[in-house]
């Protein structure tokens, strides 16, 4: 019999007993006493059913109870087994649901740890703030690197980065992402560390939890000597692919010649049809091969002081510039060729970013301290660049355009880096990509 028909048998057995008891009681009592009869009898009937419902009560109160530990997140209360089928069931129910719930947050307590334990010890520094600029979690980098390892949760990010050198303070004051450069030791750029510069990548992200905005600044160095080596086993690969290719395309182009002096006396244009295209393909596989052998055979620089008239004249003949600045007036030594290979490189990116034809600006700032040198910077107002993108743009390969070889902007980088400079790309403020070179006077 199920719970519900046993609650309505009992209701009937209330009611059919305490009606016998107050007919009984007026009978016994007379016509005077009608009202203790109803009386007595409606508080028999009463504590009949809080008997015959106790069970059901307690159940349901402990039920109640299971399910306030669950909003408080407290999986560990297990209901007992009653005789009731039904309650019995109910019980069973819930254990299992508690039993899930607490097998899910165990996995849940690992996975934090597995994450935190990772983030801890990641070598990129990991900062999360509030709209307060207020941090609300730091991983053992950030700590490190703001506060010599001490906890910075609950403290102004404001307050952290007063002391730190101008470059990465200006880095996370801004909204910009990108690459940026500082001195390895950490003290500012000087004139002695020019061998010792950084670079650093900086991201950001933002995400609402519990109601509130979050704000995420994610710090990668790139460490140097790891890039060198990376760029070192690219060029080497370039070198033995560009041999290997070398070695098939020369026989083909001169196996083209050759079939065109022996079937010269036929008049057949499919014959040259097909000598045409193998000779198209060939040619067009060898200039691909050139430009890739470009980047794992550049030469050492031949510095000789640059004529800046003569070289902003030559690139104003192959893409369109506005010059907001006075050209220098110190001497500089540098490669003028690799240096107009750079910049004609960083004028078609801009050009290709979606810029206006207009928008493109090219300026020199000669600098004296805490660096001696020259700073481009090239500047247009097209689409700029996603964090991603601007993490790997300098990474041999890595290109976002359909018919792009990946090489340009990594040629630029190690050209800069031949002169001991180093270069910095980051999205403006308002639109569009800024890149800067600083070229040191040696």
């Known amino acids: 019999m199920s719970l519900r028909n046993k609650l309505v048998l009992s209701n009937l057995v209330c009611t059919l007993v305490s009606l016998l008891l ?60 009653y005789a ?84 990465l303070k200006q880095a996370l004051e801004s909204e910009h992402e990108g690459l940026f450069s500082i001195d390895a030791n950490g003290e500012g750029l000087s004139d002695d560390s020019a061998g010792e510069i950084e670079t650093w990548h900086i991201s950001r992200g933002q995400f609402n939890q519990n109601n509130q905005r979050h704000h995420l600044i994610l710090l990668k160095q790139l460490t140097k000597e790891l890039n060198r080596q990376e760029v070192a086993v690219w060029k080497k690969v370039i070198r033995i692919i560009s041999h290997e290719l070398n070695n098939s395309v020369a026989p083909i182009a001169s196996m083209v010649n050759s079939g065109r002096v022996l079937t010269k006396d036929f008049d057949n244009e499919r014959l040259a049809l097909i000598f045409d295209t193998i000779e198209n393909r060939t040619a067009h596989l060898s200039q691909f091969i050139s430009h890739y052998a470009q980047f794992a055979k550049l030469p050492l ?8 008239d003569n070289l902003i004249e030559q ?3 192959q893409y369109r510039f506005s010059l907001t600045s006075a050209l220098p007036q110190q001497t500089i030594a540098l490669d003028c060729v690799q240096l107009e290979q750079v910049l004609i490189n960083l004028l078609k990116n801009a050009q290709e ?34 964090s991603e993108v601007l993490s790997q743009a300098l990474l041999p390969f890595y290109s976002t355009k359909q018919s792009g070889t990946g090489i340009g ?20 403020k308002e639109k569009g990509l800024s890149v800067k070179l600083w070229l040191p006077n040696e």
């Not at 620089?301 to 800046?308: G, H, L």
């Not at 928008?359 to 660096?371: D, M, Y």
């Not at 630029?412 to 180093?422: F, K």
């Open 22 to 81: 107050a007919y009984g009681l007026w009978q016994w009592l007379g016509d005077e006493s009608v009202w203790v009869a109803v009386v007595v009898s409606l508080g028999l009937c009463f504590l009949i059913s809080m008997y015959l419902t106790r069970q059901l009560g307690e159940s349901l109160q402990a039920l109640e109870v299971g399910l306030l530990n669950f909003k408080d997140n407290e999986f560990s209360v297990s209901l007992p087994e």
């Open 315 to 317: 690139l104003a003949q």
């Open 409 to 428: 902007l990594p040629l630029c980088h190690e050209i800069v880096e031949a002169h001991g400079g180093h270069i910095t790309m980051q999205n403006r």
């Open 84 to 167: 009731e089928p039904q309650l019995n069931e109910l019980a069973g129910l819930y254990n299992q649901a508690s039993a899930k719930l607490r097998k899910e947050r165990q996995f849940i307590y690992q996975r934090e740890l597995m994450l935190d334990k990772v983030i801890q010890n990641s070598p990129n520094i990991m900062l999360l703030v509030d709209d307060n600029q207020r941090i609300i979690y730091a991983n053992d980098a950030a700590r490190h690197l703001f506060n010599q390892g001490i906890r910075i949760e609950g403290m102004l990010l404001s307050e952290l980065i007063a002391v730190l050198p101008s470059a």
């Open 301 to 308: 620089p031949k510095k000789a002081p640059v004529n800046w």
């Open 353 to 386: 970013s979606g810029a206006d034809k207009d928008g493109v600006t090219v300026a020199f700032l000669e600098v004296s301290h805490p660096l001696v040198g020259v700073v481009i910077t090239i500047e247009d107002n097209g689409l700029g660049m996603s």
